[in-house]
């Protein structure tokens, strides 16, 4: 259920890539590994990144709470981890993409993570919580509907 209390850009905000978040970057000591799609959740893959971040927002979700979301800053793209079996409900949207079952997403280790795959909101040590599917693929056509086509990137 979305959480009506917090800042509505906290997730916008989150996409910034600073020289402290560089620094940490090129201090950490942990590295990245694939991981397979499918089983213990599905991903969609959103270009821009600042489209998803955007979308987080308007679902109101608490950025605090453990909903798995990964960044890839070289390539602008956003990862929200969704229920297994559920991600191609988003994979018709321009400029998103579904990563079920025979697909692999390579994530951090440990630490900050790299450019490349960084943890914006890790999983939390309990039960997954993941992103609502259908909610996410809503947002997502309410604001491509706002702006003009691009080719598929994501």
């Given at each position: 259920?979305?959480?009506?209390?917090?800042?509505?850009?906290?997730?916008?905000?989150?996409?910034?890539?600073?020289?402290?978040?560089?620094?940490?970057?090129?201090?950490?000591?942990?590295?990245?590994?694939?991981?397979?799609?499918?089983?213990?959740?599905?991903?969609?893959?959103?270009?821009?990144?600042?489209?998803?971040?955007?979308?987080?927002?308007?679902?109101?979700?608490?950025?605090?709470?453990?909903?798995?979301?990964?960044?890839?800053?070289?390539?602008?793209?956003?990862?929200?981890?969704?229920?297994?079996?559920?991600?191609?409900?988003?994979?018709?949207?321009?400029?998103?993409?579904?990563?079920?079952?025979?697909?692999?997403?390579?994530?951090?280790?440990?630490?900050?993570g790299?450019?490349?795959?960084?943890?914006?909101?890790?999983?939390?040590?309990?039960p997954?919580?993941?992103?609502?599917?259908?909610?996410?693929?809503?947002?997502?056509?309410?604001?491509?509907?706002?702006r003009?086509?691009?080719?598929?990137?994501?």
């Amino acid at each position: 259920m979305p959480n009506t209390n917090h800042h509505r850009d906290i997730w916008a905000s989150m996409g910034t890539v600073d020289d402290l978040l560089r620094s940490r970057w090129a201090r950490s000591t942990s590295g990245t590994c694939w991981i397979q799609c499918g089983a213990q959740w599905d991903v969609v893959a959103i270009y821009p990144l600042e489209r998803g971040l955007e979308a987080l927002d308007r679902l109101q979700l608490d950025a605090g709470a453990g909903y798995p979301v990964l960044a890839d800053h070289l390539s602008s793209k956003l990862y929200v981890m969704v229920a297994p079996g559920t991600g191609a409900q988003a994979a018709a949207l321009p400029d998103v993409r579904a990563l079920a079952a025979g697909h692999q997403l390579l994530v951090p280790t440990g630490g900050h993570g790299s450019a490349a795959a960084h943890w914006l909101s890790p999983p939390g040590p309990g039960p997954e919580l993941l992103v609502h599917t259908g909610q996410l693929v809503t947002v997502l056509r309410e604001s491509g509907a706002a702006r003009p086509e691009q080719a598929a990137r994501a």
